[in-house]
C-alpha cells in the first residue's frame, strides 16, 4: 500500500463521475419511451394487447436480472472497461432496433420486447458501475459516492420522461429517411437520442475512465483488473465475507424494490378507484405527485450523505424501513365512506350513494347493468368486477399524499443505505458478482411487485394488497435487528479499524 498520490486521486475521481454518467444514462435508457411504449406498440402491432404490454415493460427488468451476475463476474477478472463498453454498445444497438421495429410486415410486437428486453441487459452493467465505486472509494467516502450514484439513476428516472415529452413536438409522423427506411418520430426519436448518449459515453470511458482501487483506509492499493499485475490483492483481502450479512441485505433490497415497485404500480389504479379520475386525469396528476417524489428523492440522496456521519448506516436504514411501513400503514382504509362506484351517474343514479353496506344493490345485479349504447362517456370510480368496492372505505386523498411524501422520503434512505453497507461488508473482496446479485435482487422485485399487487388489489382489494406489504416490511425490520450487529464493515469485522 502507498499514500495515494494528488494525480491518482484526480484520476480516481473522474472515473467515478464517468461511472455516475453510466448510472444515468441507464436509468433515462428504462423511462425515456416508457410513456410512448403503448401507443407506439397499438400503432406498429395491432394484434398487441395490454398484457403483451406488461411482458415488455418487464422484458426491461428480466434483461437486467440476466445480466447483472453475467456483467460483474466478467469485471472480476478482466479490466472493467470491456463489461462497460460492451454493454453501453448493447444498449445502443437495441436503441437502434427499437426504431426500425415498424419496418417488418409481422410479429412487429416479438422486435420490441426484443429490444427493450436487450436495452435491459444492456443495463446489467450497474453491477460494474457499483463494484468500480465500491473498490473506489475509502469507507468514508463511500456513502457519499453511493448516495451520488443513487441520486443519479434517480435523476435519470425523472428526465427520461422529460425528453420524451420534448420529442413529442415532433410529431407521429415526424421525417421518413426513404434510404434508410428510418422514421424520425415521436416514438423513435427518444431512443435514437438515447442511442447517441451511449456512444458518447463509450467515447467517454475510452477516453477518461481509467481503473483505480483504494483500501478502506484511502490508500492507494493494486488493481485486480489490471492484466499485468495476476489479479493480486493487498493483505487486506484476507479473510472471509460474511455471508449472512450478504443474504440479509439482498433480502432487504428485494423487499425495498419489491414495495416501491407495488407503489409505483398501484398508483395509477387506485386513484382513478377511490377518486373516480379519469385515465387521462390519473396519468397526469399521477405523473405531477412521482416528479415530486422524485426531487424529493435527490434531495434525500444528499441530505443523507451528511446524516450518515452522525448516526451510521445501519441506524438511517432502520429508521428509513419504519417511513416506508407508516407510509403503507396510512394507506389503509379507515373510514366509512365508500368510493363511487362506476355507472352511478347514469340512469337517473339508479345505483344510490350509500355509506351503509346493507342498502347496497347486490352485486350481481351490478354487473348486469348496462350503459345505454349511445353513452361514449368513459366511466369512473371504482368498477363493480371488483367486488370489494362495494363494502371497502374509500382511500383519502389526503391519505394518498401522506403516503406518497413518506415512502419518498424514506425509499431513497433504504436505497442509498442498503447499497453503502453492502459494499462496505464486502471490503477488498471483488465485487462484481456480488453487486451483480444485489442488482439480479432489485430487478426480480420490479418483476414481482407489479404482478403481486395487481392480482391482490384486483381480487382482494387496497386492504389486503397495504396490510401483506406491512408485514413484509415488519418482517424485514425483525430481519435487521436480528443481523442488525453484523452489519459492519469488513476492515471493522477483522479488526483493522475501528467502528
Known amino acids: 500500500d502507498v499514500v495515494e498520490t494528488q494525480e491518482h486521486y484526480k484520476s480516481r475521481w473522474r472515473s467515478i463521475w464517468i461511472m455516475y454518467l453510466t448510472m444515468f444514462l441507464s436509468s433515462v435508457g ?4 416508457i410513456m410512448s411504449v403503448w401507443p407506439y406498440l397499438q400503432k406498429i402491432d395491432p394484434t398487441a394487447d395490454a398484457s403483451f404490454l406488461g411482458w415488455i415493460i418487464a422484458s426491461y427488468s428480466i434483461g437486467q436480472m440476466v445480466a447483472s451476475p453475467l456483467f460483474g463476474l466478467w469485471s472480476n477478472y478482466r479490466p472493467r472497461r470491456e463489461p462497460l463498453v460492451v454493454s453501453t454498445a448493447i444498449s445502443v444497438a437495441a436503441n437502434c432496433l427499437y426504431a426500425y421495429v415498424h419496418v417488418p410486415h409481422s410479429h412487429n410486437k416479438y422486435y420490441m420486447l426484443t429490444a427493450r428486453a436487450l436495452v435491459g441487459f444492456g443495463a446489467g452493467n450497474v453491477a460494474v458501475v457499483r463494484s468500480y465505486i465500491a473498490g473506489a472509494t475509502s469507507l468514508t467516502e463511500r456513502t457519499s459516492a453511493m448516495a451520488n450514484t443513487s441520486a443519479c439513476q434517480a435523476v435519470g428516472f425523472i428526465l427520461g420522461p422529460v425528453f420524451q415529452t420534448c420529442f413529442t413536438l415532433i410529431g407521429e409522423e415526424g421525417i421518413t429517411w426513404k434510404l434508410v427506411h428510418l422514421q424520425l418520430n415521436m416514438y423513435t426519436a427518444p431512443v435514437l437520442f438515447g442511442a447517441l448518449l451511449g456512444v458518447i459515453n463509450i467515447i467517454l470511458i475510452f477516453a477518461i475512465f481509467r481503473e483505480h482501487r483504494v483500501d478502506d483506509m484511502g490508500r492507494q492499493c493494486k488493481s485486480i ?14 479473510g472471509n465475507v460474511d455471508h449472512v450479512a450478504v443474504v440479509a441485505i439482498n433480502f432487504l433490497f428485494f423487499v425495498i424494490l419489491f414495495v416501491f415497485a407495488v407503489f409505483e ?12 379520475w379519469t385515465r387521462k386525469e390519473a396519468v ?10 422524485g426531487i424529493e428523492s435527490v434531495i434525500v440522496f444528499l441530505v443523507v450523505k451528511t446524516l450518515s456521519k452522525k448516526t451510521g448506516e445501519r441506524a438511517i436504514l432502520h ?6 411501513l407508516v407510509g403503507f400503514f396510512i394507506l389503509l382504509p379507515w373510514g366509512k365512506k365508500l368510493p363511487n362506484i362506476q355507472w352511478q351517474e347514469i340512469k337517473n343514479n339508479s345505483i344510490p350513494r350509500t355509506t351503509s353496506t346493507e342498502t347496497l344493490m347486490p352485486f350481481w345485479s351490478l354487473q348486469a347493468m348496462q350503459l345505454p349504447s349511445n353513452h361514449t ?18 382511500i383519502y386523498l389526503a391519505q394518498y399524499i401522506s403516503s406518497d411524501i413518506l415512502i419518498g422520503l424514506g425509499y431513497p434512505v433504504c436505497n442509498v443505505m442498503s447499497y453503502t453497507l453492502y459494499s462496505k461488508i464486502l471490503g477488498p473482496k471483488p465485487q462484481g458478482v456480488y453487486m451483480g446479485w444485489l442488482t439480479a435482487s432489485g430487478s ?6 407489479p404482478v403481486f399487487v395487481s392480482q391482490i388489489y384486483t381480487h382482494l382489494g387496497p386492504r389486503w394488497a397495504f396490510s401483506l406489504i406491512c408485514g413484509v416490511v415488519v418482517v424485514s425490520l425483525l430481519l435487521l435487528e436480528i443481523v ?6 469488513f476492515s471493522v469485522r477483522y479488526g483493522r479499524m475501528q467502528e
Open 377 to 394: 362517456v368513459e366511466p369512473v370510480g371504482c368498477p363493480v368486477t371488483q367486488s370489494w368496492c362495494l363494502n371497502t372505505p374509500m
Open 265 to 276: 404500480t398501484i398508483a395509477t389504479p387506485l386513484t382513478m378507484d377511490m377518486y373516480s
Open 225 to 238: 483488473n489490471f492484466e499485468e499485475e495476476s489479479g493480486v490483492l493487498d493483505q487486506d483481502a484476507e
Open 30 to 33: 428504462f423511462s425515456i419511451v
Open 284 to 293: 397526469f396528476y399521477n405523473g405531477i405527485i412521482l416528479s415530486v417524489v
Open 484 to 489: 442488525y450487529k453484523r452489519l459492519i464493515a
Open 319 to 324: 429508521g428509513g424501513l419504519l417511513i416506508v
Open 444 to 449: 426480480g422485485a420490479r418483476i414481482l411487485g
